[in-house]
T-cell receptor
Framework: EPEVTQTPSHQVTQMGQEVILRCVPISNHLYFYWYRQILGQKVEFLVSFYNNEISEKSEIFDDQFSVERPDGSNFTLKIRSTKLEDSAMYFC????????????FGSGTQLSVL | AQKITQTQPGMFVQEKEAVTLDCTYDTSDQSYGLFWYKQPSSGEMIFLIYQGSYDEQNATEGRYSLNFQKARKSANLVISASQLGDSAMYFCAMRGIANAGGTSYGKLTFGQGTILTVHP
């Protein structure tokens, strides 16, 4: 079965540094999402992206966060100046056309901010 | 706002037996969808099953079935014939009413999860 690919699987960074988390969604999918899961807590929606623009974002997704689909295959999440509380597992997800219910998740990037 | 509640932090089951993982939800939307995902220790999120609020029959996918009781706002996952590989974290999630572009289909609200341990 096709899968969503995320790199790196683990990322360690210093507080205040910029990080870019990368995702390759399934090739024919049109809708893209980022979620995060702080250790021991719920999985939380961050942002949805469709037609090259953000369609919805949560309160968590503040000005420090941005997303981009630079080349038609990759989907990235950038955190401009990381904070300790950004440490979490970040999941990319995608789905195909409107009305499709199945959301495919990647295996996640564990971000540790020191 | 939507809310998912999973009241069982952990569950144990003997191999080959059935187990039910509880999920209750709250929403003011008339149309919504309910999901179950499995998260093994390796971390990935694996889709298991989906139930639409207007589906009259309970969803089934192989050994997984969703016991949907709309009036009680519950969407329990039933795993039949448990296997050792079923040991994992299980999340119940829901999406609300669809927006015009359909992007809300992928905006899920998750519960806290239930850790299932299958004993040999």
């Amino acid at each position: 079965e096709p899968e969503v690919t995320q790199t790196p699987s683990h990322q360690v960074t210093q507080m205040g540094q910029e990080v870019i988390l990368r995702c390759v969604p399934i090739s024919n999918h049109l809708y893209f999402y980022w979620y995060r899961q702080i250790l021991g807590q719920k999985v939380e929606f961050l942002v949805s992206f469709y037609n090259n623009e953000i369609s919805e974002k949560s309160e968590i997704f503040d000005d420090q966060f941005s997303v981009e689909r630079p080349d038609g295959s990759n989907f990235t999440l950038k955190i401009r100046s990381t904070k300790l509380e950004d440490s979490a597992m970040y999941f990319c997800a995608s789905k195909n056309g409107e009305g499709s219910e199945k959301l495919f998740f990647g295996s996640g990037t564990q971000l540790s901010v020191l | 706002a939507q809310k998912i509640t999973q009241t069982q932090p952990g569950m144990f089951v003997q191999e080959k037996e059935a187990v039910t993982l509880d999920c209750t939800y709250d929403t003011s939307d008339q149309s919504y969808g309910l999901f179950w995902y499995k998260q093994p220790s390796s971390g990935e999120m694996i889709f298991l099953i989906y139930q639409g609020s207007y589906d009259e029959q309970n969803a089934t996918e192989g050994r997984y079935s969703l016991n949907f009781q709309k009036a009680r706002k519950s969407a329990n996952l039933v795993i039949s014939a448990s296997q050792l590989g079923d040991s994992a974290m299980y999340f119940c999630a829901m999406r609300g009413i669809a927006n015009a572009g359909g992007t809300s289909y992928g905006k899920l609200t998750f519960g806290q999860g239930t850790i299932l341990t299958v004993h040999p």
